[in-house]
């Protein structure tokens, strides 16, 4: 396949004229494609970068007169920021958020998906349903749980008369339930996401396997663990990954609902550093967490990419096997 | 006869199951809209109304257009700022994702035939989405100031240009690598350039997937939040950002007009989400989902 996607790269030396002006066809259409995207990261993203490097090294805030007169300060302000309690708990709680509502839309996404893996009367119609969270958007999302969660509000009124208790948890309001409470805001947000791809990976899964399975005699368990779930790994492993990396940048559901409070309930990372920046107007504190966050998702994104490559090369061997049988 | 009734029974837990979760994802949408048409004394009225009684217009006539003669005086946030906010969104939202979709697809279809970027630069690219926008955002702002593109729609285009490009490339790269080369070879020996080939016989071919492209990615441009509060200030503004001056108003809770504004703001995405629905696992996945 790769190989096809070179054409005529393979044999350069008796190249014809012809061939060697469809060449320089070829490297003038490439660099006309490149030259655009490098000059646009070169002029939005270095400069940014840049200045997020020098305000790491330097003291400044907006009361500081202007910036580029501001004060070198050395590795000072990385001490500050890695000594300061309130910076280690916003990276517990962003992990643990991101791992709560990783693992809760992946069993719902995917308990969602196995029941609807094969067609079945009325499944365009909780597809329709399912995916609505999704194409809601994230303040909308804040502020629809504000108007459903407040202590007398619909939510509680509704489990109480279900249950026959009166069930009154104050949702926003109690430090101890608050993140957690937008942690299952984002799974209702998000879970349909896991479900779609979750969904599509099941149906891409091939037939033949699993019927030669159960003619051998596999019962549905041992066919769901041992063929189903491998042949679904790159999938659920995409599932995983992304939803992580998605729920570790959250802000706007965060932010809009509760501002990082009570107190400190719901300060996240990105809230954190949104407080820092635009609240006691710390940019230079700011500058050095987003550097920190970013060597962490950095580190974290190349992890995973490697991971999904991986996943990404088996699932093309497992294709081209497929197209070459059939 | 076991059997049947065996499959009988997974049939009926499956439906349990689904309504179950069907009534959850659907609940919060439902009172989103059920609000905006309550009336100002049902808003937080204990217990709570589940429909509005009776039905009034007057959350919306009031948020999109403010019509004063429906504005109960203590809850009015009167001006048309939403029309030009929903105009704004749109400008900015449309252009971005075209902008995207169209140099996208152009570099996916160098990927494609002629691998301008290697997989790895591909999955580098991906980076750009990846990392959390929190991170650049203060040094965007300042370095955007002293070009005057703060509080410009061209900043925040050029922003969402460049973040959501790397959905745009995966994702038309997956259309265009169903289409057979043979078209294109024909193209090529009938002497067309290579810009015409793209623009006139590959383009074309995946139209529908261009399409499903383009509204995928308004999805995310339409909804975004972060950037949008930081670089517009006063002159450009979007939805989510109009949605949000409704909180912590002096006024107190203003539940029917922001559930007013924000079924206008979710009611467009809902429906190009549902256009869309069989592309939006392809759109995700990075073209580990084929189908």
């Known amino acids: ?58 003291q400044w805030t907006v009361y500081l007169g202007s910036w580029w007169d501001a004060e070198y300060v050395g590795l000072d302000l990385f001490r500050d920021v890695l000594t300061d309690p309130r910076f280690g708990w916003a990276v517990v709680r962003s992990l643990a958020f991101a791992t709560g ?43 629809t749980a504000e108007m459903l969660l407040y202590q007398s509000g619909p939510i509680n009124d509704l ?22 409470t937008v942690m299952l805001l984002e799974i209702w947000n998000w879970a349909p996401f896991s479900f779609i791809i979750l969904l599509a990976g099941l149906a891409a899964i091939p037939r033949e396997p699993i019927e030669a399975a159960e003619i051998l005699g596999a019962s549905r368990w041992r066919i769901f663990w041992e063929v189903e779930l491998p042949l679904l790994r790159p999938v659920i492993f995409l599932a995983l990954v992304l939803r992580f990396l998605e729920a570790m940048a959250e802000f706007p559901k965060t932010w809009a609902l509760l501002q990082g409070g009570p107190g ?47 996943e990404k090369q088996s699932l093309d061997a497992m294709y081209a096997g497929q197209k070459a049988a059939g | 006869m076991r059997k049947s009734q065996r499959r009988r029974m997974t049939a009926i837990v499956r439906y349990v199951l689904l309504t179950g979760w069907g009534v959850i994802a659907f609940f919060p949408i439902f009172w989103m809209i059920s609000t905006s048409f309550k009336p100002d004394t049902q808003w937080f009225a204990w217990p709570p109304f589940y429909f509005p009684h009776p039905p009034t217009l007057s959350n919306y006539l009031n948020v999109w257009f403010g019509a004063e003669e429906y504005a109960a005086t203590q809850y009015a946030i009167s001006s048309q700022k939403p029309l030009i906010s929903l105009l704004n969104s749109t400008i ?118 261009l399409v499903a492209t383009f509204l995928f990615i308004l999805i995310l441009t339409w909804s975004e939040y972060l950037l949008a509060l930081i670089i517009t200030k006063t002159q450009v503004t979007t939805l989510p950002i109009e949605l949000s001056k409704y909180q912590g108003t002096t006024e107190g809770r203003v539940y029917g007009r922001q559930a007013a504004l924000a079924v206008g703001i979710t009611i467009p995405l809902m429906i190009v989400g549902l256009v869309i629905r069989k592309h939006l696992a392809r759109g995700f996945s990075f073209g580990m989902v084929r189908r």
């Open chain 1, 159 to 180: 489990i109480s008369r279900i249950s026959g208790i009166d069930f009154k948890p104050m949702w926003l309001t109690d430090p101890n339930i608050a993140l957690p």
């Open chain 2, 92 to 209: 900015i939202a449309g252009t971005a994702t075209l902008l995207s979709v169209l140099f996208g697809s152009v570099m996916a279809y160098g990927v494609s035939r002629y691998r301008i970027l290697s997989e790895t630069r591909m999955f580098q690219l991906l980076m750009l989405r990846m990392i959390p926008p929190i991170v650049i955002v203060a040094p965007l702002s300042l370095y955007y100031s002293t070009l005057g593109l703060l509080d410009s729609m061209t900043g925040l285009i050029l922003i969402y240009f460049l973040t959501t490009l790397p959905y745009a490339v995966w994702m038309t790269k997956s259309f265009i690598d169903e289409v057979p080369r043979e078209i294109e070879q024909a193209a090529e020996i009938l002497g067309a350039s290579r810009w015409r080939t793209i623009f006139e016989i590959v383009l074309p071919l995946i139209r529908s997937g």
């Open chain 1, 101 to 143: 509502s990783t693992i809760g839309c992946f069993v719902i996404g995917f308990a969602l998906a196995y029941l609807m893996r094969r067609p079945f009367h009325g499944q365009a119609f909780y597809y329709t349903i399912f995916i609505l969270p999704m194409l809601t958007v994230p303040v909308v999302v804040a502020y």
């Open chain 1, 1 to 58: 396949m790769s190989v096809a996607a070179v054409p005529a790269a393979s044999i350069p030396s008796q190249a014809s004229p012809r061939e060697r002006s469809r060449q320089r066809a070829i490297r003038r259409f490439r660099w006309s494609i490149l030259v655009p995207l490098i000059l646009l990261l070169a002029f939005v993203l270095l400069p940014v970068l840049f200045l997020q490097l020098y305000f790491s090294f330097h």
């Open chain 1, 264 to 310: 400190t309930a719901t300060e996240t990372l990105p809230v954190y550093i949104f407080l820092t920046t635009w609240q006691y107007f710390e940019i230079s504190k700011g500058a050095v967490m987003s550097y920190l966050v970013m060597l962490l998702m950095i580190v974290i994104v190349l992890f995973a990419i490697r991971l999904l490559r991986r």
